[in-house]
């Protein structure tokens, strides 16, 4: 095991020290390296006197147990030399505190440790005693780790002891306190994994006491259990009980619940196979886009993706799209921006024609909606439907979309809409690259916000390469190189960072004939900045082409080594040496 | 990659550097500093920034709208620490860069750069709970003493942290202070510091307990007295990023958006061009992961 190396500028004797300080700020120093002293100490002097005086700490406060808990999960196992169970102490310890966090990675560490004991009957032992010790705590959060024991080691014990965590199960789920119903619910979905050890009486009986809790909380942790058990026999054995069970929480009065159902729409589908989700829950899906609470809408629509490929296709056309008229222009951004996101994935389930007539209405309403966001959320899965009906034929509506977009207040938003052309213009080709787009794509290079200018100078480069050097010099690399004579020099640094960006695109030909004049200019900037970069530019050329282009590189930068500006000397006279 | 470019990584991914290594970064950067004047002449084109306030990740989207340095020309008025949660790799971000490029940045002292400030307002705090000593605040209140009072640029703008003070009618007269000390609590150096504009006629005592409260007369004579056209300074929230006073002969520049993470205000920085044409560029808060945001906490009931 490699030695952990001190890095924290302070020696060993003063951070062990500091374990006991007076001063919190120290002592979370010292607990956060508490892996550099133990392995400083060695296993042995760890086990006998480390973990002991850490079991001191556990009175601090939560700030220090936060830490102590991280500190500990780190390869602590090989620093008390592979002898786990010296942990299982003071993690059980922590198990008890006040902090949620804490308490649950505690009870992982444990699960952790348990899994490497070789002995089964160890394991057994020591996990029957830690869950017990702490269901007969005096404080009720201990029970968290309860809960989240017991589904973990519970096919590791014999029948008799299982019988016991039954048990235990059966009374936290009925117990008044309603964190602890709480966790007995979050945590009921990796107990019924283990069915049949877990009997389907049992499941039913905890099941049927959770449906009926006030909090709906509980309740709605129901739906992760079922699913489980749906991957199990008792779906079969069970079928209505199930179903029934999924359906109430469906119509369940508190919108959270629905919530949570609607969110695992998905995992729900796969597990009682397409036709069980066509017959039983796919009206409630239906329900959800029409529900009263938009965060309802919402995640019904951001499920329309995944739902689909469980629907049939008829019925998306039927009873589906219908529906998203609705939603396409209701008064919440974010439910027509989680339509945005999921709706062009039924383009590729229902055909050309149907695409065609029923989603691409859709699809130009949400590409005018008022909230940028929600157009940049479409543009994202463009693919989907260009891949369907063909980019030609989209490209025409986009186009008036785009000019809109590029002039938006959001720089973020101009940023993100250059890609989206881009992408336009690799795909149809110079066709798409009209005056007008040419023109969007010069004032995104001269546009007022550093990033948008640099996003353009990315995606000219790009273009470049698939359309080819002349091209882009008739069309576009001549304006740019215009830009020279414009007072800003923020906007003449746009035509050095163009030539960076396009070099590899270049050939030496065209550098010596239009590149040359231009840095020979550039050289004379009464701006240092632009000086110094003529430099970068300059060097990356010669290193980069090479031949012919080096000699007049090297001219340039002999000019500037003799520069007034002190990084404009500094930068010629380094980038000689290097050629 | 030399240290100070290894730094500069270091804290543009809004890491710590080493105790060690801030020691040695405040000692390059009081031999720079230290050879500056009172008040230093700038030459156009710079980019102006007011207030940042340890909102580092805003100083990233800063950044982000007026260009990395060095290729955009920086001057900052001050106030780079307390508040914000980020004050240290704020400043140390700063200092690296202008260490770097002392050419292209310029950084000049507002009043939250003194000892006693930074103890009330957070950078002493934080340089405790990210180091578990004092001596990051220690090198970096050092470093404070260094930092000039105001600039000029081109002899035009005049640019200071707070602002004017009744005790000096020419920018000369700032030259001659002894500014390597702790922010004195009255007299031209703390004027500088802390003064505000606001429509009154002369002078008149300040609110905040330290500088005054100068009007728009006041601005005009220094400006003709000077031969200046315009002073820029900070020290006072702008809701829309920059205020401009007094027949545009004053003009505030705010650079924390949302300042305090809750007052719900644009930024601005003020870019000039070699010819001194102004640009004014608005920018808002760095926004926070698009990942994280979307994923909804549902609170916990029960405590």
Known sequence: MPKIENTTGMPINLIIDELKSDDIRKRIHSVKHLDLIASTIGPDRTKNELIPFIQELLDDDDEVLIELVDSLSRNFVELVGGQVQVLLPTFEALCRVEDASVREKAANQIKKCLTQLPDQKKVEELSIGIIKRLNDSDYYMAKNAVAILIPAIFNQVSQNNQNDLINIILKMSQDQIPQVRKFTSMYFQDLVKHFPLVNETFIQNILNSFIKDEQDFIRMYIVDALIQASKTPFLQKQQNFVLNMFKQLAEDQSWRVRYYFCDKLAEIGEAVTKEGYRKNFQNYHLKFLQDNEPEMKSIAALKIERVSTLMDPEDILNKLIPLLKSIQSDTNAFVRNALASSVLALCPIIGKKNTSEQILPIFLTLLKDQDSEVRITLFKKLSLITNVLGVDSLSQSVIPALTELAQDKNWRIRASTIEVLSFFARAIGPEFLSDKVLKLLLDWMGDKVFSVRQTAIQQTAQLISILGLAWADKNLLTKIWAFQSIQNYLHRLTVLFTINQITSQLNNEYIIKTIVPILQSMAKDSVANIRSNVCRTSIQLAKEKGGNVVDPMKKILQTLSDDQDAEVKYQAKSALESL | ?303
């Open chain 2, 1 to 303: 990659m030399s240290d100070i470019d290894q730094w500069i990584e270091t804290l543009k991914n809004g890491e710590n550097l080493k105790e060690t290594d801030v020691k040695i970064l405040c000692n390059k950067a009081k031999d720079i500093l230290n050879n500056e004047d009172n008040v230093i002449r700038v030459e156009a084109p710079v980019t102006i920034c007011g207030d940042i306030h340890g909102q580092f990740y805003d100083l990233m989207e800063l950044f982000k709208v007026g260009g990395d340095v060095p290729e955009t020309n920086y001057l900052f008025l001050g106030d780079f620490v307390d508040r914000g949660y980020n004050s240290v790799e704020t400043f140390l971000l700063l200092l690296a860069l202008k260490v770097r490029y002392p050419d292209q940045i310029t950084l000049i002292r507002g009043n939250h750069e003194s000892r006693q400030i930074t103890q009330v307002y957070g950078f002493y705090d934080e340089c405790l709970r990210k180091y578990s000593t004092l001596n990051v605040w220690k090198y970096c209140t050092e470093v404070f003493d260094y930092l000039a009072l105001a600039a000029v640029i081109n002899d035009n703008i005049f640019c200071v942290h707070g602002g004017l003070s009744p005790y000096i009618k020419t920018i000369d007269e700032i030259r001659i202070i002894n500014r390597k000390q702790e922010v004195p609590h009255e007299g031209v150096m703390c004027d500088l510091m802390w003064s505000d504009p606001d429509e009154i006629e002369g002078w008149s005592q300040s609110a905040r307990g330290a500088g005054f409260v100068f009007g728009a007369d006041v601005v005009k004579e220094f400006n003709r007295r000077n031969g200046i056209s315009l002073i820029c300074r900070a020290h006072q929230l702008a809701m829309e990023g920059f205020k401009l006073m007094f027949d545009n002969s004053l003009v505030t520049v705010w650079s924390a958006p949302n300042y305090c993470y809750r007052c719900g205000n644009v930024a601005s920085i003020l870019e000039l061009d070699e010819n001194l044409k102004k640009y004014y560029k608005l920018f808002e808060a760095a926004p926070t992961d698009r990942a994280s945001n979307s994923k909804k906490v549902i609170a916990d009931y029960f405590l």
